[in-house]
């Protein structure tokens, strides 16, 4: 094992020496460190637990780990007709005052391993005297250490050997005791564990902020103009012409036409270039509209000749009210390369 | 106005002559020196006379003639011509590398170019461009980039002739030496006051390029991006946004990052070499500097409103008619080859009847572009990539094949739309899909 450490060579003499007097030997007064055990009272039997070796004093998890190995070699021999309450596999560590979860665990294992090689009531000797072990040793940790350490000992057992009673920790009382109570109560009292009072509260914060969130999607004022706008009469945009005047407030062009399918039209052009979304101009001089981004070019009723643009502009809604008036509704949109020009919402026939 | 651009040619002009008196002082034989010297007198003269009296910047002794401007304008103001000399330049570069990268020679390039923007800057119009806050770094960019690769290019061909003579490499005869303090330490810290005091000097007289107000609806003409990006604007010319502004971006990028595991390549580790590393310095340059480079000078100087292009000394006219009509593949076989109309989706039909129209349309262009990327590959590890693909194995190979493609759409797509005036190979603007 550790033949580095001439120590270790040492303990491991004086505990063979020691275990062979201890099986021997009557068992000392039972439990006299219990007043380290602050939660023992749930403990079912009092295993005595021999301090086998009060005198070596070993530093390390190493060196604990070689005194129990050894220990466990022996106990099979030592140890066959054991008394209940002799606590054969006597631990060293209640001297050995092992150093954190780690070390107990360790600890806990190899007696596993040699209670598995002895008859099932040693190893439930074992387990009774698991969880005390870790109790003085972790006296000073957290609660968290020691319930790992606790259902370390127990998986043990449940591999090892059956014990003849479960072990008992704080959270198999609370569950012996479930039937007796109504279930708003077990409900509530799941509700009040820590663990679960911190995600109820976080989701319940986590949803509120959300709620806060979307209220700011509803506004209670909304400065965008409204999508329906009046434009004037037919008469105000000649043939052949394009309006500019709504391009800069409302962000659409009046084009009077005839050059797209032969027919006298009026239609609402919206002034974003199809390539990327930029705000063309309209070149009067030269009859196109032209993006000043990557040169994209449309002629007057909007279809792309030039550029990168992939398709014509597109049109917005357009109907002629009932008091002669123009009225656009930049709700609607229809695009030529899906067919949507012929919607007669899209245009107003003049003539 | 009109003052302050003339001190900007009048301090090109004086610089200028400060350098090349320099340059007198460091040549030894008389011969040289001498034509050196009258060059610089002559120089310095000018600029004395322009010191002295103060005239305004069109009015120099010095001028650009006519018929060089206009030529100058003919080249730059046609794309073709344009992207042709620069990688014929490219070409021209790595061919003659060994005679470019004499000192006299460098020497001279650099007089040269000053001389080019110093005279340009006579001209209303170029000054207009190039004086502008904005596109300062740019010239600056163009003789750093310039200087830099020209001393690649120096310590490469001198290693490479070391190694071709049997001589250890310069960098290998300096290995003992460790110049730190004082040297390197003294240089840093001069560069920093250097820089430190050039950068606020630049910050006090060139102010910052603001504009009015943004509006949704007012486009300023021409639009151009911020000048790094200038180049992902030129692809935008060529390409449907999708492609050019998050495809290829993100492929240049992961390509960049694929660098490290496709090169197989150990030597050139660690010291300046063109003989040993040719593939990979060629591609990256070409990559850097016709398609990265000379996008951002295209998009700088040339493209002006409307996104036309102009000549360097072009005034910027807002109506300037370029033709620029242009036709997707789909109907160049349709309307102009087979003289019938394009097949249309029609919207009331089922999605599969769609899909048929559509792929009835664009069939070949689809074909095409399939047959792009998944058949070249094979066929250049078959041809003059064959070494690599032995080299690196499949997908290795298949990914530095797949980024060459990438890369090599760009100029093939630009060259398409000069020639044939195409504008997508394949346009399927129902579903936003176009390349």
């Known amino acids: 094992m550790t033949d580095k450490k001439p120590s270790t060579a040492e303990i491991m003499a004086m505990l063979r020496k020691k275990s062979a007097e201890g099986a021997s030997a009557p068992p000392p007064a039972p439990a006299t460190e219990a007043s380290a055990v602050p939660a023992a009272a749930s403990a079912p039997a009092e295993p005595a637990v021999t301090p086998a070796t009060p005198a070596a004093k070993p530093k390390g998890t190493a060196d604990i780990m070689a005194a129990i190995r050894a220990k466990g070699a022996i106990a099979p021999v030592a140890a066959a007709p054991p008394a209940p309450a002799a606590g054969t596999p006597a631990s060293g560590t209640p001297a050995a005052k092992p150093k954190g979860t780690s070390d107990i665990m360790a600890a806990i294992r190899a007696k596993g391993a040699a209670a598995a090689g002895v008859a099932p009531a040693a190893a439930s000797v074992a387990v009774a005297v698991a969880p005390k072990v870790a109790a003085p040793a972790s006296a000073g940790k957290s609660p968290a250490e020691m319930i790992q350490a606790m259902r370390a000992g127990s998986a043990v057992v449940t591999e090892s050997a059956k014990p003849k009673f479960p072990p008992k920790s704080a959270a198999a009382g609370k569950k012996q005791e479930l039937p007796r109570r109504s279930f708003p109560a077990v409900f509530f009292e799941l509700i009040c564990t820590p663990y679960y009072m911190a995600w109820t509260l976080m989701s319940a914060i986590g949803g509120l902020w959300g709620l806060g969130i979307a209220r700011f999607m509803m506004p209670n004022t909304v400065l965008e103009l409204p999508s329906k706008f009046k434009i004037g009469s037919l008469g105000d945009f000649p043939l052949g012409t394009v309006s500019e005047k709504f391009k800069a407030s409302r962000g659409v062009w009046i084009v009077h036409t005839d050059s797209y399918d032969g027919q006298n039209v009026v239609y609402a052009l919206s002034s974003v270039c199809t390539h990327l979304g930029c705000t063309p101009s309209w070149l009067d001089a030269e009859q196109k509209y032209k993006c000043p981004c990557h040169g994209s070019g449309f002629y007057i009723n909007g279809i792309n000749f030039e550029g990168p643009a992939p398709r014509p502009l597109e049109r917005v809604g357009l109907v002629l009210g009932a008091d002669g008036l123009l009225e656009v509704d930049k709700s609607l949109k229809f695009q030529e390369e899906l067919g949507q020009w012929t919607d007669p919402k899209s245009f107003v026939r003049v003539g | ?435």
């Open chain 2, 1 to 435: 106005m009109l003052l302050f651009l003339a001190n900007i040619g009048w301090t090109m002009r004086s610089y200028k002559r400060d350098g090349y008196y320099e340059s007198v002082l460091g040549f030894q034989h008389i011969p040289k020196a001498t034509v050196w010297a009258f060059y610089a007198a002559f120089l310095m003269l000018l600029a004395v006379t322009h010191l002295t009296s103060r005239s305004a910047p069109e009015e120099f002794l010095l001028r650009l003639p006519e018929w060089f401007k206009l030529s100058v304008d003919v080249i730059f103001r046609d794309a073709r011509i344009y992207f042709g000399l620069s990688v014929a330049a490219f070409v021209g570069m790595i061919v003659w590398r060994e005679f470019l990268t004499r000192d006299t020679v460098g020497w001279i390039l650099f007089n040269v170019g000053c001389l080019f923007l110093g005279l340009s800057m006579t001209d209303y119009d170029f000054r207009q461009i190039v004086g502008k806050p904005d596109n300062v770094p740019i010239v600056g960019m163009l003789f750093i980039g310039g200087y830099f690769t020209w001393l690649y290019f120096k310590k490469a061909v001198d290693n490479d002739r070391r190694v071709a003579e049997g001589r250890p490499l310069a960098e290998q005869e300096l290995k003992e030496q460790v110049l730190v303090w004082p040297d390197l330490v003294y240089t840093e810290m001069l560069c920093m006051i250097l820089l430190t005091a050039l950068l606020i000097v630049w910050g006090v007289f060139l102010q910052a390029p603001l504009e009015e107000p943004g509006q949704a609806v007012k486009t300023p003409n021409p639009s151009k991006a911020p000048w790094y990006f200038l180049g992902l604007q030129e692809m935008l010319v060529y390409f449907d946004p999708w492609l050019a502004g998050v495809v290829l971006p993100l492929v240049i990028v992961q390509g960049l990052m694929a660098i490290p595991y496709i090169d197989f390549n150990k030597k050139g580790n660690g010291y300046y070499s063109f003989a040993d590393r040719k593939f990979s310095v060629i591609i990256f340059l070409f990559g850097f500097i016709p398609l990265w480079v000379g996008m951002i000078v295209l998009g700088t100087f040339i493209r002006g409103p409307n996104w036309n292009m102009f000549g360097l000394y072009e005034f910027w006219d807002v109506h300037k008619l370029e033709v620029l009509n242009n036709r997707n593949l789909s109907e160049i076989i349709w309307v102009v080859n087979l003289e019938q109309p394009l097949p249309k989706p029609d919207p009331a039909s089922g999605l599969i009847s769609q899909c048929l129209a559509i792929f009835m349309r664009e069939g070949v262009g689809i074909l095409m572009v399939i047959g792009y990327f998944m058949a070249l590959p094979n066929l250049m590890a078959l041809t003059f990539l064959r070494k690599f693909y032995v080299r690196m194995g499949v997908i290795r190979y298949m990914v530095l094949a797949n980024l060459l493609l990438f890369m090599a759409l760009l100029p093939i797509k630009m060259v398409l739309r000069w020639a044939f005036n195409l504008k997508y190979i394949v346009a399927i603007p129902e579903w936003f899909f176009n390349i």
